[in-house]
Structures are given as C-alpha cells and as structure tokens.
C-alpha cells in the first residue's frame, strides 16, 4: 500500500526514479514513502528521503503527479538542482516560479548563473523555481530557451504568489506594538515584499510602510500611521536585529521605509556590547521625516 495515489506502488515508483534523474540522483531503494537516493555516481552521497513528510511540507498531492511535476515540486525542499529536461517547457514551469530576494554575497556556486536584478539595500531580485529555500533560479539561458524578458517571467512569478500567499500568512508580533510577521507555511516570508500591496491594500502610499527581512522565511513590517509614536518602529528595529543574528545566514540586518513609491535604508548602526547587541537609528535624514509622521518630533 503506497498511499500516493490510485496508480499504484510500481506506477509511483516509477516515476519517483524518474523525477530523482532530473534532480541528479538515482534510486537505489523504495519502501514506500521511504526512498534511499544516491547523488553524485557511483561513489555519491546516499540519504533517505521521506515522501510522505515532502507531500506535507510542499502541500501538494505528489501521488497524482507526473515525474516531471515531483521534480518541479520537491527540488526546492531537497535542493538538488533540476536538469535541462525538467525545464525545458516554460507551461510546465510557470506554475511553479516564485519571486525572491537574496544577498549579493550568496551569488555563487549554483547561483552565479541566476537572471537577476537590483533590489534594495544589498538584496537582489531573483526568480526561483519553486518556493523551497533551496530551489533553483531562473537562469538567463533558461529564459532564453522560453523565449520570454526577465520582467515577463518576474510578472508571472509575482502573480504566482499573489494566489499562494495571503492574510492568512500575516500575525501579529508580541512586544512589539503595531509590527507585524508575514511567515508563509510553505513560502518564503521575505518573498512578501513583492506583494505587499496585495497583503496590505489599505496602506496608503503617501504614509508608507516600514518593513525588514532578516531571514528567507520572514518579513517584519509597520504600517506608518501618524501619530502613532516611536514604540513600534523601537520594536521593528530590535526585532530585525534579533532576528538576524538567530540566523545562521541572515538576509539582510537593515530596516528599510517603502514611501511614495521608493525604498530608502534607514541608517541602522548595531553595536556589540558584552555579548548582546543594541540597534541606533539616527535621527536625521529620513529618520527625521519618518519620525515626524509618527509624531514622536515636535
């Protein structure tokens, strides 16, 4: 009994090989939903993955999909790179595209060939195939192959995500009056930024919003509400700072004001002290003017 469909163990089976060739492994065991992989020939590296736990993570009924679609879905979660043939067929592909940001320091090894383009702070703008934190990017070459602009394939990326993330995804945080988390299930938080208008259709854009991305899997953000005081921006800035240094690879440690439809850095200055870490904004620039709005300058 396999549990993934009505196709059947052998059927499964099949084309779970199928789609770990398109991820560069092959298939040494199956006990379903168990699967023994080996990347790399011969002498590669084994590891064992658990299908039923991947079906969970991804939320997707792999049982029903073709190998392609398994490889497409799972190559994210496992971060194993896809081969030409699983993204040969952008109709296949385009469900699939996600809009991310990541550092310039990390654009190497498989990431060195990815399509990309300015950002904000040090980020960078990419697409990913896939919402999984290990997922591949959209290459240049592969966008020649689809016949399709950077921005074409960025518009279906974003469109992708409008549909995958919601209100749903977005909390409230404790100690920290007015900020709030987006922390997606089954995408990457700081991906939110792309669709923030969508999440939060009532910020005007004259007021803005304050917003930073210390990890892949989480956006911080503050509605900009006059008068409102200096707390919640207190509490977004410790909070960015927190959260970076929990992480083993931050995105980004910098809080940022998205007004009028640009993004500017405030100058955050993060001091050691003894082991601990305090965060400073100055108050000048448009510090000054953020501060002014929320009424905490006479």
């Known amino acids: ?92 592909v385009q469900p699939y595209l996600r809009p991310r940001l990541v550092t310039r320091a ?23 195939i896939g919402p999984g934190a290990g997922a591949s990017f959209v290459t240049t070459q592969q966008l020649d192959a689809w016949g399709l602009e950077f921005d074409a394939a960025m518009h279906q990326a974003v469109g992708n995500l409008r549909i995958a993330m919601g209100p749903e995804s977005v909390f409230d945080t404790e100690g920290a009056p007015g900020v709030l988390a987006v922390v997606p299930e089954q995408e990457q938080g700081s991906s939110a930024y792309f669709v923030l208008d969508h999440l939060f259709p009532e910020v005007t854009p004259e007021r803005g919003m304050v917003f930073s991305v210390p990890g892949d899997d989480v956006l911080l953000l503050m509605p900009v509400e006059p008068g409102a005081g200096a707390a919640g921006l207190a509490g977004l800035v ?49 510090v000054q003017e953020l501060l002014r709005v929320l009424g905490a300058l006479g």
Not at 106 to 128: K, N, W
């Open 238 to 286: 410790q909070m960015t700072c927190s959260m970076a240094a929990e992480r083993t690879e931050p995105l980004c440690d910098q809080v940022f004001w998205r007004v009028a439809g640009r993004v500017v850095r405030l100058p955050l200055t993060i001091i050691d002290e003894g082991g601990s870490r305090r965060a400073h904004l100055e108050a000048s620039g448009d």
């Open 106 to 128: 990390s654009l190497g090894g498989r990431r060195r060939q990815m399509c990309r383009r300015d950002a904000f702070g040090e980020l960078v703008s990419g697409i990913s």
């Open 1 to 92: 009994m396999s549990g993934f469909g009505p196709s059947g163990r052998d059927s499964f089976q099949q084309r779970i090989a199928h789609a770990m060739r398109l991820m560069g492994c092959d298939l040494l065991r199956w006990h379903s939903p168990r699967a023994t992989v080996r990347r790399g020939g011969a002498e590669g590296e084994r590891f064992e993955v658990d299908m039923s736990l991947l079906a969970a993570q991804s939320g997707a009924s792999i049982g029903e999909m073709d190998a392609v679609d398994i490889a497409l879905t799972l190559s994210g979660l496992l971060g194993l790179p896809l081969s030409a043939d699983a993204t040969s067929e952008f109709e296949r």
